[in-house]
């Protein structure tokens, strides 16, 4: 069975219940899921994953949240060809820099060789109804191209 690591991270909850709805849906796909706050795992444990997630918010200093940035440094350290990769986020679009974490997860993972499996997903705080069918499509994109 496919493997699906998905690592993030969420102060207030909104990328957690973000990265749940991701989870779930490649679950009713038939994907063996791996879900974890990004403390609790190693970027390396992707080396394990058929397709592999981030997902982050973004606070307003143009760098990676403190609690996941040894993990985007690791990232960038890997070789992920050959695998499917996609990025989902929260964020506030009162701010300028909307899901910019989003967009640099995605290129940590353009430098590891992995293939782009489904477009970004930036969510405006919590996720809702047009958002929970972005998400879903994005996990149905990386199955899809799975079985490509
Ligand atoms: N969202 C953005 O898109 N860009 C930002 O630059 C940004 N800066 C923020 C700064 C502060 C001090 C706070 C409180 C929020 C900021 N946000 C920004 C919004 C958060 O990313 C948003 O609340 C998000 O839903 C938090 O996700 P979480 O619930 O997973 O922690």
Redesign the pocket.
């Known amino acids: 069975m496919a493997i699906a690591k998905i690592v993030y991270a969420?102060?207030?909850?909104?990328?957690?219940e973000i990265a749940d709805i991701v989870a779930e849906r490649l679950e009713d796909k038939g994907i063996d899921v791996e879900i974890n706050e990004c403390t609790q795992v190693d970027a390396d444990d992707f080396l394990d994953a058929d397709i592999c997630i981030v997902g982050s918010?973004?606070?307003?200093d143009l760098l990676v949240p403190d609690e996941i940035a040894d993990f985007y440094d690791d990232l960038l350290e890997l070789d992920l060809t050959g695998k499917l990769y996609g990025v989902v986020g929260?964020?506030?679009t009162f701010?300028p820099?909307?899901?910019?974490v989003v967009d640099q997860f995605d290129k940590a993972f353009q430098s590891t060789g992995a293939k782009k499996g489904a477009e970004s997903v930036k969510v405006d705080?919590a996720a809702e109804e047009d958002d929970i069918v972005a998400l879903e499509a994005f996990a149905d994109s990386l199955v899809q191209q799975l079985n490509n």
């Open positions: 969420s102060l207030t909850g909104n990328t957690e918010y973004t606070y307003d929260s964020g506030d701010y820099c909307f899901c910019q705080l």
